[in-house]
């Protein structure tokens, strides 16, 4: 049996608990549903046990080993904390960790109705975030780039998904992002993969941030796409106007990249409605909400007065 061919399911959990880490292997155990390159499994009220499932998945939980303790202590909101290790071993050949859960509802199951409130929280939780990565912080080899180098897949994207009435405004948003100048600063500390899968809400706003395998140093444009990925219609301004760190070059590639982001949102529902393997019948609502919210807004900074 090959990798690719482990069937992942509570009793094997239990039993790499046992072999591994005997004093947790009491705790109930409940699958999670969602994740992508990991199975997640509630264990006990705390802690999640996450289990890969892809080929790229170790090195993700790699990275999370190696840099969440470095992050996690300054980050203003509740994110996944290592708690142990779980080691490559006869009945399971691959890395698994052991993190703190985070609680609260996914976004691609709820919404947010204090969107003030969490657009502050969105701004303060990126502000701290982005600062200047070290040489040796991870970089991406399919984001972090300048949006001109993702017109390929952009284009893929708006025949697959857009319908041909919004094609033109769509195009219009990826026009003004990728004519935007580049960023010129340094690297920083990037979440990377932030949409509404891979955050929480509890009293109708922002109260955690999960999922850091993708975590990476680049282009703060990235991770500000989020504007208008998460957060309510109407927010985005608040936001930018909290986060005070983007200029206009940045704000036109962050809301190109939402515009990318919200296609790939959809098709990915779009697939899980056909029953395809890796689709996400709630991120399709999702990625139509954030994309009518990328054409719906003229920019993300309040027009001066």
């Given at each position: 049996m090959t990798d690719s061919e482990i069937e992942?399911?509570?009793?094997?959990?239990?039993?790499?608990?046992?072999?591994?880490?005997?004093?947790?292997?009491?705790?109930?155990?409940?699958?999670?549903?969602?994740?992508?390159?990991?199975?997640?499994?509630?264990?006990?009220?705390?802690?999640?046990?996450?289990?890969?499932?892809?080929?790229?998945a170790p090195d993700l939980l790699y990275k999370e080993r190696r840099w969440l303790p470095v992050l996690a202590p300054r980050l203003p909101l509740p994110v996944p904390t290592l708690v142990r290790i779980g080691e490559p071993s006869a009945r399971f050949p691959r890395p698994w960790n052991?993190?703190?859960?985070?609680?609260?509802?996914?976004?691609?199951?709820?919404?947010?109705?204090?969107g003030d409130d969490a657009a502050d929280t969105l701004a303060?939780?990126?502000t701290?975030?982005?600062?200047?990565?070290?040489?040796?912080?991870?970089?991406?080899?399919d984001r972090g780039a300048h949006p001109k180098n993702c017109t390929d897949g952009f284009e893929k994207l708006v025949h697959a998904v857009a319908p041909s009435v919004m094609s033109a405004d769509v195009w219009s948003v990826w026009d003004k992002a990728v004519t935007a100048p580049e960023w010129e600063g340094p690297p920083v500390w990037l979440h990377g993969d932030l949409h509404p899968a891979n955050v929480v809400v509890s009293d109708g706003t922002l109260s955690g941030v999960i999922d850091f395998g993708d975590m990476f140093a680049g282009d703060?444009?990235?991770?500000?796409?989020?504007?208008?990925?998460?957060?309510?219609?109407g927010t985005a301004s608040r936001f930018f106007e909290e986060y005070a760190h983007a200029d206009e070059a940045m704000i036109r590639r962050a809301r190109g990249l939402a515009a990318l982001k919200s296609l790939f949102l959809i098709l990915m529902g779009q697939n899980g409605e056909r029953g395809l393997y890796g689709g996400k019948p709630t991120w399709g609502p999702a990625g139509r909400a954030a994309l009518d919210r990328v054409l719906t807004s003229s920019s993300g900074r309040p027009s001066p007065a």
């Amino acid at each position: 049996m090959t990798d690719s061919e482990i069937e992942i399911t509570a009793e094997l959990v239990h039993d790499l608990l046992a072999d591994q880490h005997p004093d947790l292997a009491g705790l109930a155990i409940g699958e999670v549903a969602g994740g992508w390159d990991n199975q997640m499994w509630r264990l006990g009220d705390e802690l999640v046990v996450r289990m890969p499932r892809t080929e790229r998945a170790p090195d993700l939980l790699y990275k999370e080993r190696r840099w969440l303790p470095v992050l996690a202590p300054r980050l203003p909101l509740p994110v996944p904390t290592l708690v142990r290790i779980g080691e490559p071993s006869a009945r399971f050949p691959r890395p698994w960790n052991i993190m703190t859960w985070v609680p609260g509802e996914p976004l691609d199951h709820t919404s947010i109705s204090r969107g003030d409130d969490a657009a502050d929280t969105l701004a303060g939780f990126l502000t701290t975030l982005h600062v200047e990565a070290p040489a040796e912080a991870p970089t991406s080899s399919d984001r972090g780039a300048h949006p001109k180098n993702c017109t390929d897949g952009f284009e893929k994207l708006v025949h697959a998904v857009a319908p041909s009435v919004m094609s033109a405004d769509v195009w219009s948003v990826w026009d003004k992002a990728v004519t935007a100048p580049e960023w010129e600063g340094p690297p920083v500390w990037l979440h990377g993969d932030l949409h509404p899968a891979n955050v929480v809400v509890s009293d109708g706003t922002l109260s955690g941030v999960i999922d850091f395998g993708d975590m990476f140093a680049g282009d703060p444009a990235w991770d500000l796409a989020a504007a208008w990925l998460l957060l309510p219609a109407g927010t985005a301004s608040r936001f930018f106007e909290e986060y005070a760190h983007a200029d206009e070059a940045m704000i036109r590639r962050a809301r190109g990249l939402a515009a990318l982001k919200s296609l790939f949102l959809i098709l990915m529902g779009q697939n899980g409605e056909r029953g395809l393997y890796g689709g996400k019948p709630t991120w399709g609502p999702a990625g139509r909400a954030a994309l009518d919210r990328v054409l719906t807004s003229s920019s993300g900074r309040p027009s001066p007065a």
